[in-house]
Structures are given as C-alpha cells and as structure tokens.
C-alpha cells in the first residue's frame, strides 16, 4: 500500500499519541526513575514548555495489553515533537512506547503503528478491541487536539508555505526536491 499523500487527507487523519512509560515494578530504581520523569513532565508542562497530560493512575502491575508497571500520557498533535524531544533525551534506562489513539483498528496502533524507545516489550494485544465506537476525547477542555477548534493553518495556508519552503530550498543542493504536481 503506497504511503498516503493528498494534504487534504493526511491534515485530516493527524493523530493525538499515547505514550506508555514502562518499568519493572519489582524494581525500585526504575519505579523512582519512572516517577521522576513523570514529575519533571508535569514540571515542564506548568512551565509551558509543552502540553502533555499524565494520567492519572501509575500502574504498579501488568494492566490492559502491557506487561509491566506503566503510566500514561497523552499528548496532543500539536505537542508531539517537543514531547518526544524530552523523552528522548531524558528517558534514561526506561523503555517507552509511542503509539496513536485512534478509533479504528485499535489492536494495530498498540501492534504495528507504534514506535519504542528503549527495549521493546512484549504486548498482550488479545485484550485490545480491534475498534472503538468513537476516539474517547481526551481533556476536551483544553480544546486540543481531536477537541480542538479547528486546524492550525488552512489548506491554502499549508500549500502557501510548502510552496515557500520549496522555493528557499531551490539553493540547497543537499536538500531533496519535491515532485512535480499532478496535473488533474
């Protein structure tokens, strides 16, 4: 299957991400490492540096398809970069799990769209449901992501500086150059 391309369709299918901090939760350095990264999280988020929501609960036990102590957060579209940026750099020993919320094909966003920082885990899909009736809206009140107003740019707006970009780059031999249009 040929990666999508129309704007039209990828502005309209950009997702809002989950991400699993994993530790092992017999292990009580990598327990109050999980915790410390979740607290300079909700730090870094008060201060603005991004949004991103920890939920609530620290699994101390294997819950839902994952295998060990976890926490979640969410993070909306807009936020994902610099989120995962952080994560990144600052994720130390734990292994992380990125993977979409999205509400087909639930199974496959914890089993073939995802992405792992860190060791992989083995997940235990058989209690995913393969689809949701509709994307739970997470913190509507923030009014991001799928419960966000509306786009950040408009398509005309996002052709304008794909068009902008391209042009700048014309002197860059390094830089790949875009296809041409097709003509319609």
């Known amino acids: 299957m040929a990666p999508q391309s129309d704007l039209e369709d990828v502005v309209n299918l950009e997702i809002n991400t989950f991400i699993d901090i994993y530790f092992h939760q017999n292990n009580a350095e990598e327990h109050a490492a999980a915790l410390e990264l979740r607290d300079a999280v909700l730090r870094l988020r008060r201060d603005g540096a991004f949004v991103a929501v920890p939920l609530f609960r620290v699994n101390t036990y294997p819950m839902g398809p994952h295998p060990v102590g976890s926490y979640e957060i969410w ?54 449901p393969d689809m949701v009736p509709e994307v739970p809206l997470q913190y509507p009140s923030l009014r991001l992501g799928y419960s966000a107003p509306g786009p950040d740019f408009t398509l005309e707006e996002r052709r304008r500086i794909g068009a902008n970009v391209e042009r700048i780059l014309e002197g860059e031999k390094e830089a790949a150059r875009a296809p041409p249009r097709e003509s319609n």
């Open 75 to 128: 993070v909306p579209s807009t936020s994902f970069a610099p989120v995962f940026s952080y994560l990144c750099q600052n994720r130390g020993k734990l292994s992380i799990l990125i993977h979409p919320l999205t509400k087909e094909e639930v199974r496959l966003d914890h089993q073939f769209r995802n992405a792992w920082m860190g060791a992989p885990f083995p997940l235990d899909l058989s209690v995913l």
